[in-house]
Structures are given as C-alpha cells and as structure tokens.
C-alpha cells in the first residue's frame, strides 16, 4: 500500500518505531512476545505490525539492522523506511526514530520510493486514486514538500525507462518532454528528421536514421535568461538493436531501458523547474532508435559530426557516443557554467562498478568533491573515475579524426568518456554519467526495474550552488 506523507501526526496515529536490531530486547509486554512469536528481531528492512486485543493494527516496529558507523551507513538507515510501504496496513501513523534512523526528509523520501509500482500493463491498470493509503507523520524536520517533489521526479525516470519501445519510442519521448515542458513553462524545440541533416547533426541523424520513428533532438530551456546556463544532455536510445553489429538475444532483452539518460534528466529537471532554482536551464536529448534496416550506419562507415570533427564507426553498437557527441558539441556552443550528460554508455560500467554505483568523470575536482560528499548525504551512490588521457591514444582512426571504439577493448567506460571529452571545449564544469538506469533486484526503496541514478545527488549540488528561486 503506498504512503502518503502528513506534515503533522494525526489525533489518532499509531506509532511506527524504529529499533535496531537487538533494539527488540527493549520492548516490554505483548509486543515483546508478539515479535518473539514472529521472529522479529530488528533485522535492516523487518516490519512488524502489532495488533491490540480488538484484533486491529495498533503499533508497527521497523528493524533498522546494525547502529550506523558512518555517515553512509546513515544514510543507508533511513532508505530502510522504505519498507513500510506496502506493509503498514491503512490509516495514520506516525514514526518514532531518533537521529541514529538517519535525516527525516530522507526517511520521508524513502516511504514514498518503497510505495513505487509499475502497473500500466497490469489488469486493473494505474493505481486508482481512492485505494486505502497509509498515511504517515515522518518525524519533526521532515521537509515534506521536498521529498514529494524528489519522489514525483524519481517516478517520472523509472515510468519512462518502464514503459517499452512500442510504448515509448523517440516520438513518445518527444511527447513526455513536451508534456513536462508545459507543465513548468518551459520553451521546447524538436529538430525531426532530415531537418537533422540540415541543422547539423550528422550523427544523431545517421544513428537514428533506420528506425520507423524518425531521429530527433529535443531542446527545452527553463528559467531566467541571466541567470546561470546549466545544460542537461540525456542519451535517449528508445531501443538498442545494436545496430548492424547485432547485439546477441540476451544482452538486447533489457534495450528499452537505454533512453535511461534521457529519463534521467528528465527526472532532474522536474526536480530543478518544481523547486525553482535560480538557472537557467536547458535540457537537451537526441532521441533515437538504433534499428536495423537498409538505411542503417554501417561498421567502416565515416560520420561528420556537429564538431567538425569526422567518426570512423568501428561498432554500429557504441552509438550512445555518437548521438551525445553532436548533442554536447550543440551544448557547448553557449558555454554553459554546468554542462551534465548522462548515459546507459557501457557495459564496462556495470563489469567496474556493479549495477547501483554509476561512474562520472569530470576534470571539475570542486564538483567532484562536493558530489561525492553530496552522494553520501543523500544515499544516492556514485563514484568518480579518471579521464585517463594516455587511453585517448587507443581511439585512433587510420582513416578518420577519431573511432567510435578502441583498438584493446581495455576501460571501456573511460575510453566512452574520453570520446566525449573531445566534442567539449567551452563548457565550464562538464561531468558525464555511465548509468545503468535499471535496479536489477527489489529493495525498500523499490521494486526491480527503472532506476533513477545520480540525479538526486546532482540536484543536491546544485542547491548548493543555485538554492533559491529563479
Ligand atoms: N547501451 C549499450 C551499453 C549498455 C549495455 C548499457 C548493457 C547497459 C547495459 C551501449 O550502446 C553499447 O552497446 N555499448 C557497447 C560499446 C562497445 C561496442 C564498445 C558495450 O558496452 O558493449
Ligand atoms: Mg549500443
Ligand atoms: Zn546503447
């Protein structure tokens, strides 16, 4: 059952405590031998739900696992709050946690996360508004608002990376930032097609060209003219065929999540235009589908790109870089102070760092800093890599200014970043994220599927940065 957050406990709330594990030697009475009876010992993420003489709910116990060593580990605690959704039965309560439960907005953003379904396809369908939600007071200093805002712009990038291709195709993705566009304001332009050519995106057009659903590029800006340019690029591949370099039955099975750069961003600008920060910002995302078909960019091929420079394809299936790359070139042109792209760029990511830690690169060491620091406070994990110039080398065209892959296949992920580091020049802090967008296995905070990565950590920098409205 999902949970609705109340800023203040309700007359007749019930308590939800929060006890660490081993914490259940402190309960006394009934609910002493009701957690022996249900073995309820305080594990990370255990709920149980204590019932009164009458028979109904009166008071519920979240095991928290080990007292917090860290301020990760804190963090981490309050993600577990997650759980409740989905297991405190309808009505109100109203949590009882100390500081060792971790930040109280935090908490309050993870029983919104852990409520989380995907249920368009489902019998039944979307979530009717009238089903039964519990409803919960977080703890004092719990800023509901924000976790609202945070959990709507979560939900907003898992949808998107749920939803499959026939669903969700470089047109339909168009219309979901259109759709956000309005919502906020914001000024949108879509370059479709052979206009591509045109305006001068080579790359986004030859990579897009073989899909029944036409390439595009899609550009919003939101925000005060004068004020700070922050520019967010999204790899927004609606599909991943792999192209004519065909990816094997198995590694395509989960392609419909390779827009999760796209959904990603989408999701940060969501986050970016409801809380008003004081940027000018702009969101920019080449929405394509990597397809197969006579028209298809073929290995050995030559591109132009926006930069001028030209791209020897070495594999049709590396095509997040190209599309980014004419993208980023356009981004650059106005040399914005942040520039951010976030891709699902390679599987070396994922073989580095496992699914939940995404990599990011930037020559920026005070963005680095503060986004590593930043990823701790708010549980939302990431983890910096080198633009190690001497690989640069490996990807050298004979024919060509640069391949689109290397010769030895070695740090895939750094080599991706360092092709994209060439078509960035002006920018003043550029940071690139490898996601996976995909949360490969249940936890409080969600179920498997789409997965929003880095952005709220982002957003945190930029409150720093930006806090305030535009
Ligand atoms: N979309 C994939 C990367 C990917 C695969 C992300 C699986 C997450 C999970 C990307 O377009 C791709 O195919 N990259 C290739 C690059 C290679 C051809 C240099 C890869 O990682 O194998
Ligand atoms: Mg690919
Ligand atoms: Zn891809």
């Known amino acids: 059952m999902p949970i609705t957050l109340t800023s203040r406990p309700a007359a007749d709330a019930r308590p939800v405590r929060a006890v660490h594990a081993n914490g259940v030697d402190g309960l006394a009475g009934a609910a002493r031998k009701w957690a022996e009876a249900m073995r309820f010992t305080g594990g990370a993420g255990s709920v149980l739900v204590v019932p009164g003489p009458e028979g109904d709910a009166t008071a519920a116990y979240l095991g928290l696992g080990s007292r917090a060593k860290n301020a990760a580990h804190e963090a981490a605690t309050a993600l577990q709050f997650g759980a409740l959704a ?59 608002e924000e976790a609202n805002r945070i959990a709507d712009a979560v939900f907003l ?37 052979d206009d591509l050519l045109e305006m001068n995106f080579p790359m986004i057009h030859a990579v897009g060209r073989a899909s029944a659903s036409a390439p595009r590029l899609i550009d919003f800006t939101w925000g005060r003219v004068d004020a700070p340019k922050v520019t967010l690029v999204g790899k927004g591949v609606c599909f991943d065929t792999g192209g004519l370099d065909i990816k094997p039955s198995s590694s395509m099975l989960l392609m419909k999540k390779d827009m999760g750069g796209a959904a990603n961003v989408l999701g940060l600008a969501r986050l970016v235009m409801a809380s008003g920060l004081a940027v000018r910002l702009r969101v920019l995302i080449p929405a394509v589908e990597n397809s197969i078909s006579a028209s298809a960019f073929r290995p050995g091929d030559v591109l132009p790109s926006r930069k001028g420079k030209t791209v020897e394809i070495g594999n049709t299936d590396a095509e997040g870089r190209l599309v980014l790359a004419d993208a980023l070139a356009l981004a650059d042109e106005e040399s914005p102070e942040l520039m951010v792209d976030m891709a699902t760029l390679t599987g070396a990511a994922r073989v580095a760092l496992g699914p939940d830690v995404p990599p990011f690169y930037t020559a920026d060491a005070d963005f680095a800093a503060r986004l590593a620091a930043a990823s701790i406070a708010v549980a939302d994990p990431v983890w910096q890599l080198p633009l190690w110039q001497p690989y640069a080398e490996n990807l050298a065209s004979k024919i060509a200014d640069i391949n689109n892959v290397t010769s030895d296949g070695f740090a895939g992920s750094i080599t991706a970043a360092l092709f994209l580091e060439g ?11 490898d996601v996976y967008g995909w949360r490969p296995k249940p936890s409080p905070t969600g179920p498997v599927g789409g997965e929003a990565q880095a952005i709220r950590a982002i957003y945190d920098v930029m409150k720093q940065r930006y806090g305030g409205r535009s």
């Open 423 to 433: 078509f960035v020049e002006k920018a003043k802090t550029w940071a690139h994220f």
């Open 157 to 193: 990038t898992r949808d998107l990376i749920n939803t499959p291709t026939n669903d969700l195709g470089p047109a339909e993705l168009e219309h979901a930032a259109r759709a956000l566009a309005k919502e906020f304001g914001a000024d949108i332009s879509v370059i479709t097609a």
């Open 86 to 144: 989905g297991k405190l039965p309808a009505g109100a309560w109203s949590i009882e946690a100390d500081g060792s439960a971790g930040d109280a907005t935090l908490r309050a953003l993870a029983m919104r996360l852990g409520g989380y379904r995907f249920s368009r396809y489902k019998a039944g369908g979307e979530e009717s508004p009238d089903e039964a939600h519990a409803e919960v007071f977080a703890g004092d200093g719990a800023d509901i």
